[in-house]
């Protein structure tokens, strides 16, 4: 059974930066597309960016371009996010995801594996 956890969330002013790490356990990195979705309160959960199992495709929000990248380090078995230039409506609860085989990266629906979530405050 895959695992993911999430770390690296906090408090962060705008403009700043923060990266999320997603370490994933029970399968190998390489066999799955792995991306991030974004929760802020009340409202639904979103996507942010995903990367293909191979690493040759990335796919990002129209909100994120440009200021988040997605990157993978398989030695360590972790996903990333990098976030720049944030604003207060990057405020969520981030969720790292997995699938294999990734089909639809934008829904919801296909993925399968989820992690708990870690808080991302951007104060103005």
């Known amino acids: 059974q895959v695992q993911l956890v999430e770390s690296g969330g906090g408090l962060v002013q705008a403009g700043g930066s923060l990266t999320l790490s997603c370490g994933v356990s029970?399968?190998?990195?390489?066999?799955?597309?792995m991306g991030w979705f974004r929760q802020a309160p009340g409202k639904e959960r979103e996507f942010v960016l995903a990367i293909t199992s191979s690493g040759s495709s990335t796919y990002y929000a129209d909100s994120v371009k440009g200021r988040f990248t997605i990157s993978r380090d398989k030695a360590r078995n972790t996903v990333y996010l990098q976030m720049n230039s944030l604003t207060p409506e990057d405020t969520a609860v981030y969720y790292c995801?997995?699938?294999?085989?990734?089909?639809?990266?934008?829904?919801?629906?296909?993925?399968?594996?989820w992690g708990q979530g870690t808080q991302v405050t951007v104060s103005s």
């Open positions: 029970g399968g190998t990195l390489s066999n799955y597309g």
């Open positions: 995801a997995a699938a294999s085989p990734l089909s639809i990266p934008q829904l919801r629906d296909s993925w399968h594996y």
